[in-house]
């Protein structure tokens, strides 16, 4: 099974535990469980349609018989009034997968809609915009498709798949060329295909870093823009770039001029706010 469809499974089922438990009494006892309907997806907010893909795959875990009609794809720019989707079938699996649907779809879309706002915002550039691991527990799967849904760039999905040489890192290493050459062994000994980026602090540590090589990127840590500037005339594309720490929207185009290839924004899935939207019966 694809990894990221076992992860968002995995989500669905403790979800549906989380919110179900024993039984939804209150539709149990009120709804016949022979009793069809329909209920329409209202958007009543502007902004990018995340998680329509996910709703699907939670209507069909919980009930297969549940027929799905979309209008609006992932990706789309919405406004209020926008019906995204009906969904017919047994009144009782509507109502119960209600929530969980809606609580996906108004954290992936205020996700998507502020990621859209960035990468418009560098439009022009050569720089994209990253998402970092300040996620929610257990959502960052479906977090980080948002952002990607909403034109930003995935950064290491989690501690596994890229190493991240941080100033921690560094400091328990003994210093920047003890990192990455133990991270360079490290890989070679196990056998791991793995990007090595490398955060540095001042230019001197950036010089440090280009007199050794070895690595795939390196992160400018809380530089200002002039001296991310001087920064990427001294990596001159031996590696990647990436800027990162106390960048705001109002700064991110002054950043993304300086030429740096990435700019890793934290607030994309930290602080957001849900996308309006709601799930009534037509």
Do not use: W
Request: glycine share 10%.
């Amino acid at each position: 099974m694809d990894k990221e469809k076992e992860l968002i499974d995995k989500l669905i089922d403790l979800a549906f535990a989380e919110d179900i438990g024993d039984g939804d009494h209150t539709t149990l006892s009120c709804i016949p469980e022979t009793a069809i309907g329909k209920s329409k997806l209202l958007i009543k907010e502007t902004g990018v349609l995340a998680g329509i893909e996910v709703a699907k795959e939670i209507f069909n875990r919980f009930d297969p018989t549940l027929k799905v009609e979309v209008f609006i794809e992932d990706g789309t720019e919405v406004k209020p009034g926008d019906v995204a989707m009906i969904v017919e079938g047994k009144i009782q699996s509507l109502l119960q997968t209600e929530r969980l649907m809606l609580n996906v779809m108004q954290r992936m879309s205020g996700i998507a809609t502020m990621t859209r706002k960035y990468a418009k915002q560098l439009e022009g550039t050569t720089t994209r915009v990253l998402d970092t691991r300040k996620t929610t527990p257990g959502l960052r799967i479906l977090e980080k498709k948002a952002v990607k849904i909403g034109g930003g760039v995935n950064h290491r999905i989690g501690l596994f798949d890229m190493i991240l040489l941080k100033d921690n890192h560094v400091d328990f290493a003994g210093g920047i060329d003890k990192a990455i050459t133990r991270a360079k062994d490290y890989c070679k000994e196990k056998g791991k295909d793995l990007k090595i980026e490398i955060e540095v602090r001042s230019f001197d540590e950036l010089q440090q870093v280009l007199d050794l090589g070895g690595v795939d990127r390196v992160m400018f840590d809380n530089f200002t823009p002039e001296m991310t500037k001087k920064a990427v005339e001294m990596v001159n594309g031996r590696f990647e770039t990436e800027s990162s720490g106390g960048i705001t929207f109002d700064t991110l185009r002054e950043y993304a001029e300086c030429g740096v290839d990435f700019i890793s924004v934290g607030a994309l899935t930290h602080s957001v706010k849900g996308l309006d939207m709601s799930f009534k019966a037509c």
